[in-house]
């Protein structure tokens, strides 16, 4: 599947609808640190993004500590960012927000 790159103002706009995800010093990808009240949140919601992640045939790059999750989204094919990556984010944040409150 082709992939098409989101131009930068594309990036910007999403971004401002995406709280707390910033786009990386190289350009090409975005990124959020998660933090919740313990692992099992924390587990909950990598297993409940894992699934939309499957979903949308798009994996993300995360790194877990305890109740902190790091998350890196960008399209490899693509070499740049994507739909794919927006719509990823925003499962992430309501993946989050069932266990945020």
């Known amino acids: 599947m082709k992939y098409e ?3 930068r103002a594309a990036i910007d706009e999403n971004l401002a609808g ?8 190289n350009g090409i990808s975005i990124s959020k640190t998660f933090k919740f009240g313990n ?4 587990f909950g919601f990598m ?5 939309a992640a499957e979903k949308l045939d798009h994996h ?5 500590v305890y109740s902190r999750v790091d998350v890196t ?5 693509a070499g740049g960012l994507t ?7 925003k ?3 309501k993946a989050a927000a069932r266990r945020t409150g």
């Not at 995406?18 to 010093?25: Q, R």
């Not at 692992?39 to 924390?42: K, Y």
């Not at 297993?47 to 699934?51: H, K, R, V």
């Not at 739909?83 to 984010?89: E, S, V, W």
């Open 18 to 25: 995406l709280p707390g995800w910033h786009l990386n010093d």
């Open 47 to 51: 297993a409940e993004s894992a699934l």
């Open 5 to 7: 790159k989101l131009e």
């Open 60 to 64: 993300p790059e995360w790194f877990n």
């Open 91 to 93: 499962a992430m944040e």
């Open 83 to 89: 739909d794919h990556d927006i719509r990823l984010a």
């Open 73 to 77: 989204l960008t399209t490899h094919d």
């Open 39 to 42: 692992f099992v949140e924390a």
